[in-house]
């Protein structure tokens, strides 16, 4: 079985990078294809036996499953390229939430999946997201589900699901980066004596302890709250002025994703 990602960006790049050298695909079973060729000799030069096919269409002429690695404004001139040689016994699997299930199925006769990664991947750890069509088999379910697994702990979610999940996994580094840095930042004005590396890597510390206790011990995030905030004392200070601040601020930002992505929709043409 061959695969064939198309697109070879960050995520792009991040998903067949760190699917091969997890072992989940090997490197002879892999083709690339990226209109920049800076972009595809480079994934070609860091993962030895990655072939770099000659075009899209030689790409969806040798690949059983395709990665669409574009950006969606991207994907009406790639579908265009492959289109022809696009049948029902292809697997197509998209990486972002714009595109629909729906709106690929009624431009290809591909089987069609959806799979949301995460930076994090790069690791081999962290969530993903997945989705799939009506016309996607068992076999195409365990296929995606098992590469997944090789990188990240995957969740296989109805679609409509996966727009706010994806704030958690995908989005979520970035949005837990920001608040790790306001906390870090806040601290320094605090105490000048503090350097900002050593906040940094208190704050990452404390940040992974915290989820490996959680993991280990079985812990909600209630059952932390309520083992170190207790009554009276320090922390139950700062749960407060927490839990003021923080009321209606995540709503907000979920509604800020789903409208920005709402928009990208409506302006999307296939």
Not at 56 to 76: H, M, Q, S, Y
Not at 108 to 124: D, E, L, M, N, Q
């Amino acid at each position: 079985m061959k695969f064939g990602f198309i697109g070879m960006g960050n995520m792009g790049r991040l998903l067949v990078t760190a699917l091969v050298r997890a072992g989940a695909l090997e490197p002879g079973e892999v083709l690339i294809w990226s209109r920049t060729a800076e972009k595809r000799d480079r994934v070609a030069a860091a993962l030895p036996g990655v072939q770099a096919a000659f075009g899209g269409r030689d790409l969806a002429r040798r690949a059983d499953v395709i990665f669409l690695c574009v950006k969606p404004r991207e994907t009406a001139a790639v579908l265009e390229e492959i289109g022809p040689y696009i049948t029902g016994d292809h697997l197509l699997v998209i990486i972002n939430n714009t595109l629909t299930l729906a709106q690929m199925e009624a431009r290809t006769p591909a089987r069609v999946a959806k799979v949301i990664p995460s930076v994090v991947h790069t690791v081999g750890c962290g969530a993903s997201l997945l989705a799939f069509g009506r016309r996607c088999t068992h076999t195409d379910r365990a296929l995606l589900v098992r590469l997944m697994q090789a990188v990240s702990r995957p969740y296989v979610l109805p679609e409509e699901a996966v727009r706010t999940a994806s704030d958690l996994t995908s989005c979520g580094p970035a949005f837990l980066s920001l608040v790790f840095q306001a906390l870090t930042e806040a601290a320094r004005e605090r105490a000048p004596g503090l350097s900002r590396e050593a906040a940094a890597a208190m704050v990452r510390e404390t940040a992974r302890a915290t989820c490996e206790l959680m993991e280990q011990m079985g812990y909600a995030f209630e059952d932390v709250i309520d083992r170190v905030s207790t009554p009276g004392g320090v922390t139950a200070a700062g749960i407060e002025v927490l839990r003021a601040r923080l009321a209606g601020l995540w709503d907000e930002v979920l509604a800020a994703t789903a409208a920005h992505e709402a928009e990208k929709r409506a302006q999307l043409e296939l």
